[in-house]
């Protein structure tokens, strides 16, 4: 590690306080080039032990950058992983307040909730759908604290991968004969198709996510626990929303995810 804990703390409460006034701010390596990847997950560690300190509810974990789409989009390339906010959980048909929000995006992405923990190295495909409990259709609603949606790799881990709100489909299914490699995906906005994508766009198979993120945190000496909800990574780029939008995405065997942007 190149940051001392002080420094660590610092960015941590600078990071969630521009989360929390919903005010953008520049991306943390200008000042600090030389934090590596593990003062980047030390940071997104404090900003989940500050809401945990304050009673929030950390609920699921999330993948990023786990699709051509997104890579292409964000022009950094490897996966990354982060935590999901129980506060900031919604139901499909939920309507979500963009005036706590800087520049909102969302992105249609495949959950998986386990029912066994699941710790690399190792994990396997196989492995993961063994131990899914089901999967759900949900869309994560990402936005960066970053200026203009401009950072790298380091500089957005510790930002918890732009991690903000999630909403979540009403049908669990186990994946014993779902395909989901070929699972389509539609996402409408104001019912307009935005974008497109499949099951497969999320590293060759939405589970090979689940099993990548069990190798980063065994990498770590940590775990996904069973029973909360796991997020794969977004299948399409994220499309930009705004007050007044509406968003509806179809899954493919999984129903339908839809929210309104006030
Ligand atoms: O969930 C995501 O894919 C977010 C990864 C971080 C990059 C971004 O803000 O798009
Ligand atoms: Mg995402």
Redesign the pocket.
């Known amino acids: 590690m190149q940051l001392d804990q002080a420094t660590i703390a610092a960015l941590a409460e600078h990071l969630e306080n521009a989360e929390l006034n919903a005010t953008a701010v520049s991306k943390i390596t200008d000042k600090h080039p030389d934090m590596d990847w593990e003062d980047a997950y030390a940071i997104q560690d404090a900003i989940r032990a500050r809401k945990e300190q304050r009673g929030t509810p950390v609920s699921g974990l999330?993948?990023?950058?786990?699709s051509p789409a997104?890579i292409r989009?964000?022009g950094?390339k490897e996966p990354?992983y982060?935590f999901l906010n129980g506060l900031h959980a919604y139901r499909t048909g939920a309507t979500i307040d963009t005036s706590s929000l800087i520049h909102p995006?969302v992105?249609a992405?495949i959950g998986f909730v386990l029912n066994r923990p699941l710790k690399g190295p190792g994990c396997h495909i196989g492995e993961v759908l063994a131990a899914t409990d089901y999967v759900v259709a949900t869309v994560?609603v990402?936005d960066?604290r970053y200026e203009n949606?401009k950072?790298d790799l380091k500089s957005?881990i510790a930002d918890n991968?732009?991690?903000a709100r999630y909403v979540v489909g009403d049908q669990y299914r186990q994946v014993g004969g779902l395909d989901l490699r070929n699972l389509g995906i539609v996402l409408r906005k104001n019912g307009d198709v935005a974008t497109v994508a499949s099951g497969a766009a999320v590293l060759g198979h939405p589970a090979a996510s689940v099993a990548m993120l069990a190798n980063m945190l065994g990498a770590r000496g940590k775990e996904i626990p069973a029973g909360v909800l796991i997020?794969t990574?977004?299948a399409t780029e994220?499309i930009a929303v705004e007050k007044g939008d509406r968003i509806m995405v179809d899954y493919q065997w999984l129903g339908s995810v839809e929210m309104q942007f006030s």
């Not at 999330?62 to 786990?66: I, R, S, Y």
């Open positions: 999330k993948m990023g950058l786990t997104k989009q964000m950094v990354i982060g995006k992105e992405e994560e990402i960066s949606f950072f957005v991968t732009s991690a997020m990574g977004g994220a």
